[in-house]
């Protein structure tokens, strides 16, 4: 029998040096990669301090003519006669803000919980996309309505004007609604299935195991879903500017005119406004008077 022999062939000598090269390519390509994704990161933190540092520069200049003490607890806001008062401004925001919430939450969790846990898969494919599509709605579309059809109705109810902050929570109310009830579904639906079923193989109805088991078990969630309508209320202009009127200057109940932080004055509210409360003196209703014939 012959012995075998076994001979090595040894490895080209350029075999190493690739393989090297090309995994410091990758790793430069990686480096890269990694340098453009905090720059990504980094943008939002920079804008953040850009916006941070432009407040700052911007207030200290207005603070050498005008006193804290007056800008925080002044009652009158009137930049042409010179006086600065916030808390018309901040009472304003506050009022709508907090006026929408008080619409938006019941609404907003009634109809998280109808959709996780009640709806029909059928349901649930209807109404689901219907309720994200009321996000896709531009403000200025509820700022119209608030203008043309609730500011009417609530003036002929409550005899006031034709601009109350009480359109503007009513209008925002319904916008918040999505944002609060897709989050809050969300938070749910996560909950785990085993904690359903568990409350109902003691014995708890569907209702029992939503309202003791399951939303507690999701506050958190919730509590976020809330807070980011909030959020949304308070940051909103194009409603509030046609809703309110932007005409309260000082402290006043919810059905007048109120003027929000951070909103500005249209053209349609100088236009549209004084004439269709000229028509309405005229007893003519407002929206009649938006289309004439």
């Known amino acids: 029998m012959e012995n075998s022999v076994r001979v ?8 190493p040096f690739t393989r090297t090269r090309g995994a410091s390519v990758r790793q430069l390509v990686e480096r890269g990669i990694v340098g453009l994704l905090f720059l990504a990161a980094a943008a939002a933190t920079v804008a ?19 006193s804290l003490k007056e800008f925080l607890t002044g009652t009158t806001w009137a930049p042409d006669f010179g006086s600065f008062g916030m808390l018309p401004l901040l009472k304003g925001t506050f009022q709508i803000a907090l006026g929408a919430i008080v619409l938006g939450i019941p609404l907003g969790i009634g109809t998280a919980i109808y959709l996780s846990e009640f709806a029909s898969p059928r349901a649930r494919s209807i109404l689901k996309p219907t309720v994200e599509l009321l996000a ?25 004007g034709l601009f109350t902050a009480l359109s503007a929570s009513l209008a925002l109310g319904v916008m918040v609604v999505p944002i609060i009830a897709s989050i809050s ?14 409350a109902l193989a003691l014995g708890a109805t569907r209702w029992e195991s939503t309202t003791r088991i399951i939303v507690p078990a999701a506050k958190s969630g919730i509590m976020a ?32 005119a109120v003027r929000p932080v951070g909103s500005h004055r249209p053209p349609v ?6 004439e269709l409360e000229r028509h309405r003196a005229d007893g003519v209703r407002g929206r009649h008077a938006a289309y004439p014939r």
């Open 8 to 15: 090595s062939v040894p490895a080209p000598a350029l075999a």
């Open 48 to 66: 953040t301090a850009a916006i941070f540092v432009t407040l700052l520069v911007n207030g200290i200049d207005f603070f050498e003519t005008v």
């Open 136 to 160: 896709g709605i531009p403000s200025i579309i509820f700022g119209l309505v608030a203008l043309f059809i609730l500011g009417p109705i609530i003036s002929d109810v409550f005899d006031t």
């Open 185 to 198: 579904e969300d938070a749910l639906r996560a909950v785990p299935v085993e904690l359903r079923e568990a």
């Open 225 to 256: 879903a809330i807070i980011l309508g909030f959020g949304r209320a308070i940051g909103e202009t194009m409603v509030v500017t046609l809703a309110a009127g932007l005409r309260g200057t000082e402290l006043g109940p919810a059905l007048e």
């Open 269 to 274: 509210v100088d236009v549209v406004g004084p």
